[in-house]
C-alpha cells in the first residue's frame, strides 16, 4: 500500500509538471509539495463517487489553495474522472480545468484561488453536514501555508472550534515559500499546530512526504471529537532538485520539463478506486403554511422589520431556507427567523467573510441561505461575494442601516457604496424597496432567484404606499404618482421625499410623477423610457454615493434604450456627519426641499 500511494504521488507530481509545460502557465511546485498528502487521502480516506459527483453522501475536497490546481486535476485523472487529454488542455479556452478550480468540473463544490476562502467555505459545508443534511460525510481542505496569514481562515478556525465541527479536517501544506519569501512561520509546523489548539482543534504535526506518517495522522483525525488539522511540512517542488525549496520558482512551468518528469521517474498511468460512502439521504425539514405578511396603506413600517417578518414566514413554507446573521440579529430583525426556526438559523458573529462563505457552502448543498448584516459591513466580504460569483452560487444577502437615514450612528455605520459594488457583480440583482408590503414581496421572489440577490433595508420606518395584493416583481417598478411635467425616480426612503416634494409641486401647478424603482437591477427600462419621452425631464434622487448606485443605473437604461433625456442627480455627495435623520437628507441634498428645488430648475429651463 505505501509503495503504491509514493507511485501515485509521483505521478500526482509528473502529471502536475505535464499539465503546467502545456499550458505553458501554472503552479506546479506548489502541487508537488501536496502530492503526498493527496495521493494518502485519495488512496484511503477519501469517501466520494467521483461518478456520482451529486451523491449527498460523499465526502467534499476544497483546494483551499486553488493555485495548486495542476495537483487537484491530477487526482482527478488517477480517480477516472477526466482523461490524460483533457488534462494535458488545462487553461486552454473552453477547458473546464481552468487556472484555478471552479464547479465547472464536478465535483469541485465552490471556485477557489481568492487564498483565504476554501477554509471558510468549508465550515458551511461541515456546518450543513451536521445540522441541516445530517449526514456522516467529512469535509477535507487543503490550505496553504501562505493564506494562513488572511484573516478568515482564523475566523473559520475559531468559528469550527467553537461549534466543534468534528467532521472537518484541514490539512496544511507548510512548504515554507510564498510567492516571493518565505512566509511569517516558515517551517514552524508547532507553531502553526499551537495556534489551531488554542482554538480548540485537534492538531497533529507531520512530515508530509512519509505516506505512512500521514496515513497515521489523517487517521487520528478522522476519530478526533473536534476540528482536526493535520500540519505537513514539505517541500515546494519536492522531488526534483532545480526547483525543490527553491525560491523564485512560483507559478511558473518548470524549465526542463522533461529532465524534471525523468528525476522522478517517468510517466505513469496508476488508477485510483476510491472508497465509496455508504449510502445516505439528506434530511430535509418538512414544509409547513404560512399566510405572507402583509401590512395596511398607510401603516408606518421598517422596511428591516418587514424582511424579518417575511423571512420567518418564508421559513415556515419552505423547508429548505436557512438564515445566517453577523451577530447584529435584533436590527436586521432575522432574529424573528431564528426563534421560529432555531434549528435553521446560524449566528456567525462578527465575521461577515467567514458568513458570506459559509452561506456559499451551504448552498453548495442545496439550502437556501439568506445572510444579513448592516449594510456597510458587507464591504468586509467584497472578494468573497465577487468568488461566489465565479462558484455560481445562489445567495440571498439583506443589508440593513442603508444611506444617511440611519440617523446619529455616523458615516462608519451607513451604507453607501453597496448598490454600486452589489450591480457590479456579475449575474446580481439589487432590490431596495420602499415599504413592507414590496419587501415582502421581494423576499418571497429571492428565494427562487439565481445568483446572489442584495436587499437594501431600511432603520427608519416608513409609509406602506404597496397595497398588499399589488404586484411586486424584479425588474419592476411603482408609479406612486401620475405627472406629465418632469419625473422624479427614487428608491428606498427617498420615496418618501420625493412623494412630499410632488406635494409641494402640486401646490405651485406643477404635476411630477414618481417613480419607485424598488428593483435597481434588473432596472425597469420601459417605465424609465416612458418617464423620459412623456415629462420634460427626470429628477433622480437616493441615499447613496453619486457613483454606481441608481443614478448611473437610470442614466444606463437610457443610454442603452438611445433615449435623450435631462436629467438631474441628487445624492450623497459630501462626507455625512451624525445627526437627525431629516437633518442629514437636508444636509445631502436629498430631501424634500432639494427635489423640489431642482425640479423647479427643470420646468424653468423648458418654461
Known amino acids: 500500500m505505501s509503495d503504491f500511494r509514493r507511485e501515485l504521488a509521483a505521478q500526482l507530481r509528473v502529471d502536475s509538471i505535464r499539465a503546467a509545460a502545456a499550458a505553458g502557465s501554472g503552479h506546479p511546485t506548489s502541487s508537488m509539495s501536496a502530492a503526498d498528502l493527496m495521493a494518502v487521502l485519495l488512496d484511503g480516506h477519501l469517501r466520494l463517487r467521483y461518478d456520482r459527483p451529486d451523491d449527498p453522501a460523499n465526502d467534499h475536497l476544497v483546494f483551499s489553495k486553488g493555485h495548486a490546481s495542476p495537483l487537484y486535476y491530477a487526482m482527478l485523472k488517477a480517480a477516472g474522472a477526466v482523461s490524460d487529454d483533457e488534462l494535458l488542455g488545462f487553461r486552454t479556452f473552453g477547458s473546464r480545468l481552468e487556472g484555478h478550480p471552479t464547479p465547472r468540473i464536478p465535483p469541485t463544490d465552490v471556485a477557489t484561488g481568492s487564498l483565504g476562502q476554501g477554509l471558510p467555505v468549508a465550515v458551511g459545508l461541515a456546518l450543513a453536514g451536521k445540522r441541516l443534511d445530517r449526514l456522516p460525510y467529512r469535509v477535507w481542505v487543503l490550505c496553504g501555508d501562505s493564506e494562513m496569514a488572511e484573516g478568515s481562515m482564523w475566523e473559520a478556525i475559531q468559528h469550527a472550534g ?21 512566509t511569517m512561520l516558515g517551517w514552524d509546523v508547532d507553531g502553526y499546530a499551537e495556534r489551531l489548539r488554542a482554538f480548540g482543534w485537534h492538531a497533529v504535526v507531520v512530515d508530509g512526504h512519509d505516506v505512512e506518517a500521514v496515513d497515521r495522522a489523517y487517521a487520528e483525525a478522522e476519530g478526533a471529537d473536534r476540528p482536526a488539522a493535520v500540519v505537513a511540512r514539505t517541500e515546494k517542488g519536492h522531488g526534483v532538485a532545480v526547483v525543490e525549496d527553491k525560491p523564485g520558482k512560483h507559478g511558473k512551468p518548470l524549465d526542463d520539463p522533461r529532465a524534471a518528469i525523468a528525476e ?92 458570506l462563505a459559509a452561506a456559499v ?73 420602499s415599504d413592507a408590503n414590496q419587501t415582502a414581496q421581494l423576499v418571497r421572489a429571492m428565494a427562487e432567484l439565481p445568483g446572489i440577490s442584495y436587499l437594501r433595508t431600511l432603520r427608519g420606518a416608513t409609509k406602506v404606499r404597496t397595497p398588499a395584493d399589488e404586484h411586486v416583481r424584479v425588474g419592476g417598478s411603482r408609479v406612486v404618482r401620475k405627472g406629465d411635467d418632469l419625473a422624479i425616480v427614487a ?80 445624492a450623497v455627495r459630501d462626507m455625512p456627519v451624525s445627526g437627525k435623520p431629516a437633518e442629514l437628507l437636508a444636509a445631502a441634498g436629498i430631501d424634500a426641499e432639494a427635489i423640489a428645488a431642482a425640479a423647479r430648475v427643470i420646468i424653468g429651463r423648458t418654461g
Not at 162 to 182: F, K, P, S, Y
Not at 405 to 429: C, K, N, Y
Not at 520 to 542: F, H, M, Q, S, Y
Open 162 to 182: 467553537w461549534a466543534g465541527l468534528d467532521n472537518l479536517v484541514a490539512i496544511i501544506d507548510v512548504n515554507r515559500l510564498g510567492q516571493t519569501r518565505e
Open 264 to 355: 522522478l521517474g517517468g510517466e505513469r498511468d496508476l488508477a485510483v478506486s476510491v472508497a465509496a460512502p455508504a449510502d445516505g439521504t439528506p434530511y430535509r425539514f418538512p414544509p409547513g403554511s404560512a399566510d405572507p405578511p402583509t401590512w395596511r396603506v398607510g401603516e408606518e413600517v421598517a422596511t428591516r422589520k418587514a424582511y424579518g417578518v417575511a423571512l420567518a414566514a418564508l421559513g415556515a413554507r419552505d423547508g429548505a431556507v436557512v438564515a445566517l446573521d453577523g451577530e447584529v440579529s435584533n436590527s436586521t430583525h432575522s432574529e424573528l427567523f431564528a426563534e421560529a426556526h432555531p434549528e435553521r438559523y446560524f449566528e456567525m458573529f462578527i465575521a461577515e467573510q467567514l458568513m
Open 491 to 570: 428608491c428606498g426612503i427617498t420615496v418618501d421625499e420625493a412623494d412630499a416634494a410632488a406635494e409641494l409641486l402640486a401646490a405651485q401647478g406643477v404635476r411630477a410623477r414618481v417613480v419607485d424603482c424598488y428593483s435597481v437591477k434588473p432596472i425597469d427600462v420601459d417605465t424609465l423610457v416612458a418617464a423620459a419621452r412623456e415629462t420634460a425631464g427626470l429628477i433622480v434622487v437616493e441615499d447613496h454615493w453619486p457613483q454606481g448606485g441608481l443614478g448611473e443605473a437610470v442614466l444606463a437604461a437610457l443610454a442603452e434604450a438611445d433615449v435623450q433625456a435631462t436629467v438631474r442627480h441628487l
Open 361 to 433: 457552502g451551504m448552498q453548495a448543498r442545496g439550502w437556501k441561505p439568506f445572510a444579513s448584516t448592516f449594510g456597510a459591513f458587507w464591504s468586509r466580504a467584497a472578494d468573497f461575494v465577487r468568488m461566489a460569483a465565479v462558484s455560481r452560487a445562489d445567495l440571498r444577502l439583506c443589508g440593513s442601516h442603508a444611506g444617511v437615514s440611519i440617523g446619529e450612528d455616523g458615516p462608519s455605520q451607513m451604507a453607501l457604496e453597496d448598490l454600486a459594488f452589489f450591480r457590479a457583480v456579475h449575474g446580481s440583482t439589487v432590490l431596495h424597496p
